[in-house]
């Protein structure tokens, strides 16, 4: 079945840097894709969901890229602060009846003043 | 606005105590998941449901079984706990469609000494 490997499993930058987080899935057929924020203590928050057909979408203050072709998904925190500070996660939805999300192992970011 | 409630927040078992973990959703949702997160892991998924009076294994369903009694509400059972069990739960729903995002609980903290 799907697998999804998530990297850096640890990121720590200065506030006003980017943040670059990248997940490698195996499922060629995979379309539907998922960043969620984890802030200390507290439950998971959707950040953006990503359909296939986009490479490249754009949020408040970060950048989701697709790359099928490596079957690569990456989330960029462009100009990060403190408030970033979070585990991030990625999440593949299965391509089957189910459509359970498989998780990468998660990012855990911290934003230095 | 979408809610997921779980209880307790916070549970201490014994190890060979039963334990119930309670998931509510208000979303009107058929899917409902269980996942555990640890360290290292991301969240891996226990057992889900289409609906009421269904109930299927995720990746690692050994040690658990679940109950889903209504569409509100969906159950983990720890028959014999153990305390590699010793886990954060979190409960998510899902209307069951791939581009849907799952809504999350805000978790159950389990220590089963």
């Known amino acids: 079945g799907e697998q999804v490997e998530q990297r850096p499993p640890h990121l720590s930058v200065r506030e006003g840097d980017s943040a670059f987080i990248t997940c490698t899935y195996t499922?060629?057929?995979?379309?539907?894709f998922f960043w969620y924020k984890q802030e200390p203590g507290a439950s998971l928050q959707l950040l953006m969901k990503v359909f296939s057909s986009t490479e490249i979408n754009e949020g408040q203050g970060f950048t989701v890229l697709l790359n099928k072709k490596d079957t690569r998904l990456s989330l960029n925190l462009t100009a990060a602060h403190p408030g970033d500070s979070a585990a991030y996660f990625c999440?593949?939805?299965?391509?089957?009846?189910?459509?359970?999300?498989?998780f990468g192992s998660g990012t855990q970011l911290t934003v230095m003043p | 606005e979408a809610a997921v409630t779980q209880s307790p927040r916070n549970k201490v078992a014994v190890t060979g105590g039963k334990v119930t973990l309670s998931c509510n959703q208000t979303n009107n949702h058929n899917n409902m998941y269980w996942y555990r997160q640890d360290t290292g892991h991301g969240l891996r998924l226990i057992h889900y449901?289409?609906?009421?009076?269904?109930?299927e294994k995720g990746d690692i369903p050994d040690g658990y079984k679940a109950s889903r009694p209504s569409q509100e509400n969906f159950s983990l059972i720890l028959e014999l706990a153990t305390p590699s069990q010793t886990s954060v739960y979190f409960c998510a729903s899902g209307d069951g469609t791939g581009y849907a995002e799952q809504f999350f609980g805000p978790g159950t903290r389990l220590t089963v000494l």
């Open positions: 449901s289409y609906g009421a009076g269904s109930t």
């Open positions: 999440a593949v939805s299965a391509s089957s009846g189910s459509w359970q999300l498989i």
């Open positions: 499922d060629p057929n995979s379309y539907y």
